[in-house]
């Protein structure tokens, strides 16, 4: 456990930016509701950034954390993110509220209870 601590703020932060990562989520429905697909746009390429800086911070430490399915969930949520994208560059707008509800937010949701689930005992250690 302790060859873990030199990593506590890194876990940390990784912690925080998962919640500021779905306050982005309930931001871009609510741009989306009001039709604001660009604001909506630029909020989840940010989200895109926070899910790969996550995911570059778990990589160091990742041969020391016990068996969990982040590698897996977080190629899923980055594909459906994609598609989103994908879907805005290609002026089809209205897929992206459907997009994120059935598809990104949920693949979200379980990633992020996967990464809290291998990194909150650490802070808590």
Not at 37 to 65: R, W
Request: hydrophobic share 35%; charged share 30%.
């Amino acid at each position: 456990m302790s060859h873990i601590k030199k990593y506590y703020d890194v876990i940390e932060k990784c912690l925080g930016l998962l919640n500021t990562i779905e306050e982005g989520f309930e931001y871009i429905q609510n741009q989306i509701k009001e039709l604001r697909y660009e604001n909506a746009f630029i909020v989840l390429q940010d989200i895109a950034e926070g899910i790969s800086s996550i995911e570059n911070a778990i990589m160091p430490m990742e041969d020391k954390l016990p068996n969990n399915n982040v590698g897996e969930r977080t190629i899923e949520v980055k594909e459906n993110i994609h598609k989103a994208m994908n879907s805005y560059k290609q002026e089809k707008q209205s897929q992206l509220e459907e997009q994120i509800k059935q598809e990104i937010y949920p693949a979200f949701i379980g990633w992020k209870e996967e990464v809290e689930r291998i990194l909150r005992p650490y802070l808590l250690a």
